[in-house]
Each structure stands twice: as C-alpha cells, then as structure tokens.
C-alpha cells in the first residue's frame, strides 16, 4: 500500500508499505482524510525520540471500514467512520478509576505503532465510531481535536456569563473558543498573530481578542475584566504564555493548561499561593469523542473553516514542509486520500 513513511528529522517519502493484517478485535480502515497535528510537526523535526522508525505518523483521521475481525459485529464493511488513537490497556489504576487518558501502559497510534498516513490502517474497534454522511470526511478527521478541547472545556464549571481568556489561536484554541462560546462564556481570545483574532472575531468565537505582542495587552485585560479573569486555557505550550494565564487569572480562579511543552517552564509560584489559583493540566481526552461528534453534526462548531490547506498524499512530504515553516494563514493542513 502507498504510505507516507518517516525516517527521521525532515525525512518523510512516499512509498510502498505492507498492508496491515487485523487481529481479532480490530477493524481496517480505507483511510480518507488525515490531519497534521503539533505532535506530527514535533516527530517531522526530531523533536521525539526513541521512535520505531520508520514510522508511519497520522491520528487525526477519518475513513470507511474495509475490514472487521469475525468478533467485530457492531459494525459493518463500508460503514464512515473515525477513531480515538490513545490504546490503553484497560487494566491500571487510572483505566480503572475512569481516567484512561492517563493510561500507565497506553500505545499511540501513529507514534507507537503505525498511523493513518497510508492506505490502510488498523484499528481495534473499541476506539471507532460511526459519523454520519452530513459530516464531510475532513470534518471527520477534525473531530480528534475537537475532542481535545471538549475535554479540557467540560473540566470548567460555571461558565455562563463567565469571563474566560483562551491564550492561542491555533486549532485547538479557536475549538475551545466555539466551545466556550456555545457553553455561553464572554470569550475572550488572546495570540500574537491579528489574522487568527480577526477570525475569531469576524466569526463571533470571540467576544473580545487581544493581541497579546502589544504594550497594552494587559491594560485592554484589565478593562474587560479588573479583577482578572474567571477562567483561563493556555493552549500554547510555551512558558510565557503560562506565566500570562497566571498573571490574568482572578483569585480564586481557574487555569487550565493543555498547551503541549516542548521544554520546562519555570513560574512564578507565589502568584499561585497568593491567588490560591486553581491549576489544572488537561491531557489528550476521554470520553469525549460522541459529544464532540454530536457538536459537529449539530454545527455548534465549525470545523470547515479552520481547515486552510489541503494536499493529496501524494504531496504529503510537502505538506509537512510547509506546515513546518507556519508560513502564511494556515490553521489547520488536512491530506486527503
């Protein structure tokens, strides 16, 4: 089968691969749609190691089972559909008190094993659900971070009238933005780049946006909200946008960090003690894959218009290029089979 394979830092070729065998309990999937994510954009430039290489990437995907296992009978060849991409082993401490998210044992598809850049791919059918026809496959393959931010935002409380800061408006941030919106918080998005607050405007995700490169960043904060703000997502990874979601929170407020970290950070703790903030990491998901898929069918969120570039897999070595050097308005690189 054609697959997109890595070799190492910034080597990815198109190629033949084996075409994968299911064992019992898994499905095959024709695979459709896929999209890039920070983490593939992190493994493209050598930024994660002790990898099985080569490797397969891909975990944001959609596609139409090929295959099922004989034990398989609560679906059907042809049936459209995507899957979580976290295998955990359903037997730890945290599988078993409902976190498996946190998984001790947990193997990830396209980082551990191989992922959906390829014509096929293998998949235990416990992680697949059914997406309805209204649901183009893109938009299928956008449930996956859709789900991220579901996740993170059904971890905050009380958010109707709620003022709550969203730090990055990347995918992920404009998602948690839609989500907040729906859930009706005063949204208020914050990044470096005018063109994705634009969006969130023009789009009314946000209610405000503020570019946080400018001197009165803090001050436009502080007018919208002069206690600080009720709750805050860092969706960056970086330590000054974590410092930032610190520094604008209210006593008593929450902090929400799923920012991915590519290096330690180093905080100023007593603005945690002194506030008695309430600081929570949120990572990947559970749970959360039918109530964002209902979300989508229901067009609580948009999904279609964070998808700026396509690439057929031919180009696919391209795509991560270009995705790499985050070069002009691109949101979110869907490859499509």
């Given at each position: 089968m054609k697959s997109l394979i890595y070799y190492g830092p910034h080597d990815l070729r198109y190629g033949d691969s084996p075409k994968p065998k299911i064992r019992s309990g898994e499905v095959l999937l024709r695979i459709k749609s896929v999209?890039?994510?920070?983490?593939?954009?992190?493994?493209?430039?050598?930024?994660?190691?002790?990898?099985?290489?080569?490797l397969i990437m891909g975990h944001e995907f959609s596609g139409v089972i090929e295959e099922l296992?004989?034990?398989?009978?609560?679906f059907k060849v042809g049936d459209r559909v995507i899957a979580e991409h976290v295998i955990n082993c359903g037997k730890c401490s945290y599988c078993l008190s409902g976190k498996p998210n946190l998984c001790a044992n947990s193997r990830i598809i396209g980082v551990h094993r191989p992922g959906a850049l390829a014509e096929y791919l293998a998949v235990p059918a416990d992680l697949v659900y059914k997406i309805p026809a209204k649901l183009s496959f893109e938009e299928g393959a956008m449930i996956?971070?859709?789900s991220i931010a579901y996740y993170a935002v059904k971890q905050a409380h009380d958010l109707l009238g709620r003022k709550v800061a969203v730090i990055g408006q990347g995918p992920i941030g404009l998602l948690v933005d839609q989500i907040l919106h729906d859930a009706g918080a005063e949204v208020i998005g914050i990044d470096i780049a005018d063109w994705r607050l634009k969006l969130a405007k023009k789009k009314k995700w946000a209610d405000h946006t503020i570019n946080s490169s400018q001197k009165t960043w803090l001050k436009k904060i502080q007018k919208i909200a002069p206690e600080g703000v009720d709750t805050v997502f860092e969706v960056v990874g970086r330590e000054e946008t974590a410092e930032m979601a610190i520094e604008i929170a209210r006593r008593d407020g929450d902090v929400f960090i799923l920012g991915v970290f590519e290096s330690a950070a180093s905080l100023n703790m007593m603005n945690i003690v002194k506030k008695e903030?309430?600081?929570f990491g949120s990572w990947t998901c559970a749970f959360s894959f039918p109530p964002s898929i209902a979300l989508a069918v229901a067009k609580k969120v948009d999904l279609k218009s964070l998808i700026t570039n396509r690439y057929d897999v031919k180009d696919g070595a391209l795509a991560f290029k270009e995705s790499a050097s985050y070069k002009g308005k691109r949101i979110k690189t869907v490859i499509n089979f």
């Amino acid at each position: 089968m054609k697959s997109l394979i890595y070799y190492g830092p910034h080597d990815l070729r198109y190629g033949d691969s084996p075409k994968p065998k299911i064992r019992s309990g898994e499905v095959l999937l024709r695979i459709k749609s896929v999209g890039i994510c920070g983490t593939d954009l992190h493994i493209y430039n050598g930024g994660m190691k002790n990898l099985p290489l080569p490797l397969i990437m891909g975990h944001e995907f959609s596609g139409v089972i090929e295959e099922l296992a004989r034990d398989v009978k609560n679906f059907k060849v042809g049936d459209r559909v995507i899957a979580e991409h976290v295998i955990n082993c359903g037997k730890c401490s945290y599988c078993l008190s409902g976190k498996p998210n946190l998984c001790a044992n947990s193997r990830i598809i396209g980082v551990h094993r191989p992922g959906a850049l390829a014509e096929y791919l293998a998949v235990p059918a416990d992680l697949v659900y059914k997406i309805p026809a209204k649901l183009s496959f893109e938009e299928g393959a956008m449930i996956e971070p859709l789900s991220i931010a579901y996740y993170a935002v059904k971890q905050a409380h009380d958010l109707l009238g709620r003022k709550v800061a969203v730090i990055g408006q990347g995918p992920i941030g404009l998602l948690v933005d839609q989500i907040l919106h729906d859930a009706g918080a005063e949204v208020i998005g914050i990044d470096i780049a005018d063109w994705r607050l634009k969006l969130a405007k023009k789009k009314k995700w946000a209610d405000h946006t503020i570019n946080s490169s400018q001197k009165t960043w803090l001050k436009k904060i502080q007018k919208i909200a002069p206690e600080g703000v009720d709750t805050v997502f860092e969706v960056v990874g970086r330590e000054e946008t974590a410092e930032m979601a610190i520094e604008i929170a209210r006593r008593d407020g929450d902090v929400f960090i799923l920012g991915v970290f590519e290096s330690a950070a180093s905080l100023n703790m007593m603005n945690i003690v002194k506030k008695e903030l309430n600081v929570f990491g949120s990572w990947t998901c559970a749970f959360s894959f039918p109530p964002s898929i209902a979300l989508a069918v229901a067009k609580k969120v948009d999904l279609k218009s964070l998808i700026t570039n396509r690439y057929d897999v031919k180009d696919g070595a391209l795509a991560f290029k270009e995705s790499a050097s985050y070069k002009g308005k691109r949101i979110k690189t869907v490859i499509n089979f």
